[in-house]
């Protein structure tokens, strides 16, 4: 039988990232916390955590977070039937993984409503589209926004549409680089800007140009920051053309290839068993997208 404490005190560890933190959440001492997760591996008969800095969950740790994860769902659901097992009456509270670009454009529009109705609180982890499904893989949270279509075990992924990328950059940035006008070659030689080492929006670009290998690069892990070093004449990159209309208005920054976007499919992943809550997100997310997101073949 499985004792849930030491199950909170795993998935504590894990989302908190630390001991400390863990603890502070759970009104506990930090040696109370460690003295759970021994036990639990004592229990499991192997290792549950890896203590590094920070913390990850083993494999059998990952199986007992997405347990978890979905047993926290389900218990929502008996407390809306039988209110007196709800002894704390707080707002639930959702664990998401999904890509800056999400968060910075067409999310909060989508879901408000939606958190306020169902008094819902949010626990945003920001990945990177192509990553974000090795949280929920870790079982760190209950679902994720990412490029991958290939759910993980137990899980399942809905296609919510597009979101349209232009390459851009600054007048001034356009005239310095091509004075030629811009080439696949020209593109490929002079800087550009990208979100982080797991972003691979614009190698996927040049690489559909015909153009491989590594090129000159700003790192920028930041949405907002990313459109403001374009302003600037850092570099040219990817950015949302949800996210820049005002800046294509006043000419501030320029498409580099008209008719060339790139269009990334984002996939919603959320449990199977993850009761209705997660069930009525995802009708929502469903319909909330459809007027934002490009419609993909």
């Known amino acids: 039988m499985l004792d849930y404490k030491l199950l909170a005190a795993l998935a504590a560890v894990v989302e908190q990232a630390g001991f400390e933190r863990a603890a502070q959440v759970l009104g506990l001492s930090q040696s109370a916390v460690s003295q759970r997760i021994k036990l639990l591996e004592a229990r499991v008969g192997q290792p549950v955590l890896l203590r590094a800095t920070p913390p990850v969950a083993t494999e ?8 978890v994860q979905q047993v926290r769902l389900l218990e929502r659901d008996i407390q809306a039937q039988v209110p007196a097992l709800d002894e704390g009456g707080l707002p639930e509270r959702l664990r998401i993984a999904l890509n800056a670009d999400s968060l910075a454009t067409w999310w909060a529009a989508a879901v408000g409503e939606f958190c306020a109705s169902r008094r819902l609180l949010l626990d945003l982890v ?3 589209q192509d990553v974000g499904l090795k949280r929920m893989r870790a079982g760190e949270v209950a679902a994720c926004v990412c490029a991958s279509e290939r759910p993980v075990a137990g899980a399942r992924a809905v296609l919510l549409g597009g979101m349209r990328y232009r390459a851009l950059a600054s007048p001034g940035f356009i005239a310095r680089h091509f004075p030629r006008g811009v080439t696949p070659t020209a593109l490929a030689q002079a800087p550009a800007i990208v979100f982080g080492p ?3 929006l614009q190698h996927r670009y040049l690489s ?15 949405s907002e920051g990313f459109v403001r070093l374009a302003e600037a004449g850092f570099g040219w990159g990817l950015m949302p053309e949800l996210q820049v209309q005002a800046e294509l208005a006043r000419g501030s920054l320029q498409e580099l290839l008209p008719g060339r976007p790139l269009d990334v499919p984002l996939y919603w992943h959320h449990w199977r068993n993850g009761g209705e809550l997660l069930g009525e997100l995802t009708r929502h997310l469903g319909q909330a997208t459809a007027a934002c997101l490009v419609t993909l073949d």
């Open 60 to 67: 059998v740790g990952q199986r007992l977070l997405n347990h």
């Open 126 to 128: 920001v990945e990177d």
């Open 198 to 200: 797991d972003d691979q």
């Open 208 to 222: 559909a140009l015909g153009v491989e290998g590594g090129f000159l690069h700003h790192l920028c892990p930041s």
